[in-house]
């Protein structure tokens, strides 16, 4: 029995390590999920800030924790489109404000410029396992304020520009990390080659 469980072991380390050398880290058929955690600032219209005893509304975007959930898919060669979601919070900063959740879903679009410079040169710079891109995101969602005495519920919206990267250590699993404005200001996860 040890002897098969150290065989399987060994065979599927070795399948996992193997990477074929024409192979890159994003192609057109590629599909990614990854999951992740980070820091994120989305606008929220703010239905209680108050001004010269008028109800006012006002936008502002509150930094918070988030678990991040997003897939990608191929389109081009260099492109992929995609979703975006997770959910995230906050503790309060006063006695009467306990605290925010929020539930973003948007649309993210990514250009793969790494693979591109790869196919150009024709250089091994280890495109097979290093994916660089710069995209866009965009989206809304709902945010969740709690106070002592009620819940209020409030629209957000996200928008900007981030720039990421994957390392795939096998073929399948990588290690992925954003940094933008938009759906995050940072991420940091894990993304999964379907």
């Known amino acids: 029995m040890k002897k098969i469980l150290f065989t399987l072991i060994i065979v599927s380390a070795i399948m996992l390590n193997s990477n074929s050398a024409k192979s890159q880290a994003w192609t057109k058929d590629t599909k990614v ?24 509304h006002s936008w502002y975007g509150p930094t918070t924790f988030q678990f991040n959930f997003q897939g990608e898919f191929g389109i081009h060669k260099y492109v992929g489109l995609g979703f975006t979601t997770g959910i995230g919070g906050r503790g309060g900063m006063h006695n ?15 250009f793969h410029f790494y693979q591109l410079i790869a196919d150009k040169t024709g250089k091994s710079i280890h495109a097979d396992k290093l994916d660089i891109y710069v995209g866009a995101s965009m989206g809304s969602g709902v945010a969740f304020n ?5 819940t209020q519920i409030d629209p957000l919206a996200f928008g900007g520009i981030h720039v ?11 290690l992925n990390c954003e940094l933008g404005w938009g759906k995050s200001l940072a991420n940091i996860g894990f993304a999964f080659k379907l």
């Open 33 to 56: 999920l990854s999951l992740g955690i980070g820091i994120s600032q989305f606008f929220q219209l703010d239905n209680n800030y108050y001004d010269d005893s008028r109800k006012i």
């Open 164 to 174: 990421g990267i994957r390392y795939y250590f096998t073929e399948k699993v990588g």
């Open 146 to 150: 709690y106070y002592t005495n009620y």
């Open 96 to 110: 009467e404000y306990i605290g925010k959740m929020n539930i973003p879903i948007g649309m993210i679009a990514n």
